[in-house]
């Protein structure tokens, strides 16, 4: 027999180690901590991930239709979003078990294809505008807020036709939909996210073949595409600051996924910086920062290299001055999706290890996830909370401490319902959150990406980030809470994070008031 005393040493030993990172004002170890009064907690999803319907009551094609229909195996498992969750006819479930989770806002996208199926606002879905107003009024019933991205990668096939977010003209035909929406649901909607992740849309699907629309120009479409994306945001905030605001009295801002880079050694101190600024401060610093325009490190490394490799300008294009100051400052917070993070090492040997012309061989730099760093079922996401908490440092430091909402945050697993390594995730990462928070950051709602699983764009149905599992053999995708939709309930009931809570996962209910 071992003595309850050994048992109980090594209890607390276990819980001490898994909570060792945890570091609050006072530098104890704090098993229950809470949140700041008003912080809001919401759980997120997007359009093409969970609707379906792809081709019902006249929405048109989007550029993920037309790649999984063109081209089935670029997807893991050869699947697609025709039906996905469902959610074009399951929304109602959707919403209970936001009232089970108790959330106060659930963050969604509108598809463009399905309110605009000409992509043009000539011609406006009324079915399209009905799903969506279905949607929100049944989540306004229970005090639930609305948060919507305008635009989480499905752009209308046409317009992609037409160069997507290379032609500048996306500007205005992106200005066209945000007015449309606003128009149609501002008077319900407070939180507005422009555009989610304009690195993904870019780098992964201009530059290389990783999202639609693959086109793999590297080097060359990926900074066409960021300056027209950020121009076409500041459009999208334009119109709402200076023709909707006033009426409605919301907010809108923009997501940007944020990585942390980290030097492999002293010396590579600068190149994770470089790293920092070309994978994410492309989008910040043109936004955020005092002077605008981009980081000045990208302007001068693709200049030069521009030049020496005989192109007739830098390959980044250059924001006129009134642009510069037309996005400058065109978001009232910062919507930050943060998962990860990477090594990064000095690299600027001719023999480049990237293709040559493409940003990732313009920065000079190599990243890389050491072997021995633990993640989940996407080979890109190791948990690394300490990122976190330096991402969220360096973003007060360096662009004026804006208000944060966290956007995304989330975990992979293969499937199932007793999601400990999830769950171990999500507490990590809220407790280095919380250390920033303690430390001034001024972080103000957290978003667990997923409500349930979706439909993960390259790798199709083999990685599941929902707190509710999908059975996706069912016809009405059948919606089932995993152990973390548990504990993430009485994180925002409590609100407070407690690291020894032990849910009863045999029965889910909804609370009072929700
Ligand atoms: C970020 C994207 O916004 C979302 O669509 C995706 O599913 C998650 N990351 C997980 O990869």
Known sequence: MV??????????LTSYVSVSTSKASDGMRHDVRHFPDGFLFGTATASYQIEGAWNEDGKSENIWDHMTHENPCVIDDCSNGDIADDSYHQYKRDVEMM?????????????????????????????????YNNLINEMLKYNIEPMVTLYHW???????????????????????????AFELFGDRVKYWITMNEPREVCYQGYGYTTKAPRLNIHGIAEYMCAKNLLVAHAKAYHIYDEEYRALYGGTIGITLSITWHEPESEDDAQAAEDENQFEWGIYVHPVFSVTGDFPPVMKEKIAAKSAAQGFARSRLPEFTAEEIEYVRGSSDFLGMNYYTAYLVYRNESVY????????????????????????????????????????????????????????????????????????????????????????????????????MDNFEWMQGYTERFGLYEVDYQSPERTRTPRKSAFIFKEMV??????????????????????
């Open 352 to 451: 480049s290890a990237h293709a040559v012309p493409s940003f990732y061989d313009d920065m000079d730099c190599v990243r890389y996830q050491p072997a021995n760093w633990e993640g989940g079922a996407s080979k890109w996401l190791k948990k690394v909370s300490w990122s976190f908490y330096k991402s969220l440092m360096k973003i007060k430091e360096d662009y004026n401490n804006p208000i944060v909402y966290i956007t995304e945050n989330g975990y992979s697993t293969t499937g199932g319902l007793d999601d400990d390594d999830r769950i171990l995730y999500i507490r990590e990462y809220i407790d280095a959150m919380l250390d920033a928070i303690e430390d001034g950051a001024n972080v103000q709602a957290y978003t667990a990406w997923s409500l």
């Open 154 to 180: 499905d752009l209308p096939q046409k317009l992609q036709e037409l160069g997507g977010w290379a032609n500048p003209h996306i500007v205005d035909w992106f200005g066209d939909y945000a007015r449309i």
């Open 3 to 12: 003595p309850y005393s050994v048992i109980f040493t090594l209890i607390l």
């Open 99 to 131: 009232r089970e989770l108790g959330l106060h806002y659930y963050r969604f996208s509108l598809s463009w294809s399905r309110i605009l199926p000409t992509s043009f606002p000539d011609k406006i879905n009324e079915a399209g505008v009905a799903y």
């Open 493 to 514: 009931r409590s609100h407070a994070l407690d690291w020894h809570y032990e849910p009863d996962t045999t029965v889910m209910t909804i609370d009072e008031g929700h």
